[in-house]
């Protein structure tokens, strides 16, 4: 990321948050979630904690939280102090706006204070730091761990918290929000806390591929779903608690990871026969609209009885346009088990199970 005097350009911080610049002017414009100060009075250049609000506008509304009400919640979480860049103007007033547009994909999260959060209480608790907000106590002590950079008390408590919580409960509420805290605190601490990031994912990576392959599912006839991210896509940990859940439910899985090249991507589609595909997109730049279409397309089995996977257009990546028919924009984790749950004839879950 490209830093100036006065702070961060609207398109380097763009560039780290996996969004166009035209989003975060729009977002600017439309919802106050602009910078503090602005250089000479027009530009806008963005600071640690500008971008800390960008990031949880990004996470709100990937959760599923329509857009003004993420705005709201982003901009009461930036720090009150305002650091006074000479020869800046202040900020424009929040503007208010009434437009909502969805802008959710998997990534999971949750907006509203968990079960098990105790009210009134914030931050990470002693000695870890990071900036967690209202959060359940084993994130707390996962946070901990983090910054210690202890690993087997990660690896002890993410053992447990999947055991005890499940899959989803344990992603959403646990592992998401100390991963989201820790890229917090490394954009706004000068690049420090990477390793802990690294740690970290490396951990969360674990568990959740741990759980993925210890899962009820045995030889299964039945078609598989695949797993993929598509090309240019890096980002594999949402992929992989899908992977998890899915096998928590003991539905039979293929994952191919990250940066699947579409030639690659269809030879597995067409050698596997999916029930469905989940396509894996962290930003708008990575969504390959075209490539979703022909995996939507392709046909196989018997002549007369031919089928076609349904594709799961996951991530926030997807999102600002509708979904072409054979597929499904699922918002949230939970979701997005339910819906190929289903395929194979399997009961939705509740949220609270």
């Avoid at 509420?173 to 100390?178: G, L």
Wanted: net charge positive.
């Amino acid at each position: 990321m490209s830093d100036t005097a006065h702070g961060t350009t609207t398109g380097a911080v763009a560039r780290r948050l996996g969004v166009s610049p035209t989003t975060v002017r729009s977002w600017d414009q439309r919802y106050g979630i602009g910078p503090a100060v602005r250089a000479d009075g027009r530009h806008r250049r963005w600071s640690p904690e500008d971008i800390a609000m960008l990031d949880e506008m990004c996470r709100l509304t990937a959760a599923g939280v329509p857009p003004a009400e993420a705005a709201r919640a982003a901009r009461q979480a930036r720090p009150s102090a305002r650091r006074t860049v000479p020869g800046a103007a202040p900020a424009a007033p929040a503007a208010r706006s009434g437009v909502a547009q969805d802008e959710a994909g998997v990534t999971p999260g949750t907006p509203a204070a968990p079960a098990g959060v105790v009210p009134g209480r914030t931050g990470a608790g002693p000695g870890s730091g990071l900036p967690l907000g209202d959060v359940r106590q084993e994130a707390r002590g996962l946070a901990r761990a983090a910054v210690r950079l202890d690993g087997p008390a990660m690896e002890r408590l993410l053992q447990e918290v999947l055991a005890e919580h499940g899959l989803v409960t344990a992603w959403q509420e646990i592992m998401v929000p100390t991963l989201h805290a820790v890229g917090r605190k490394w954009e706004s601490s000068g690049d420090r806390y990477v390793e802990v990031e690294h740690l970290l994912s490396w951990h969360v990576s674990t568990a959740l591929r741990r759980a993925a392959v210890t899962g009820p599912e045995t030889a299964s006839p039945a078609a598989p779903v695949v797993l993929a991210c598509v090309p240019g896509e890096q980002h594999t940990l949402s992929l992989e608690a899908l992977a998890a859940g899915l096998a928590e439910r003991g539905l039979p899985t293929r994952m191919f990871g990250a940066a699947v090249p579409p030639e690659a991507l269809d030879a597995a589609v067409r050698r596997s026969g999916p029930a469905a595909v989940a396509l894996w997109s962290q930003a708008r730049s990575t969504a390959n609209h075209a490539l979703a279409r022909h995996v939507a397309g392709t046909a196989f089995g018997v002549r007369g009885a031919r089928t076609a996977p349904l594709v799961l257009l996951a991530g926030p990546g997807w999102v600002g346009r509708p979904p072409a028919p054979g597929m499904v924009r699922p918002h949230g984790l939970r979701e997005a088990i339910d819906v190929i749950a289903r395929l194979y004839g399997e009961p939705a879950v509740s949220a609270e199970h």
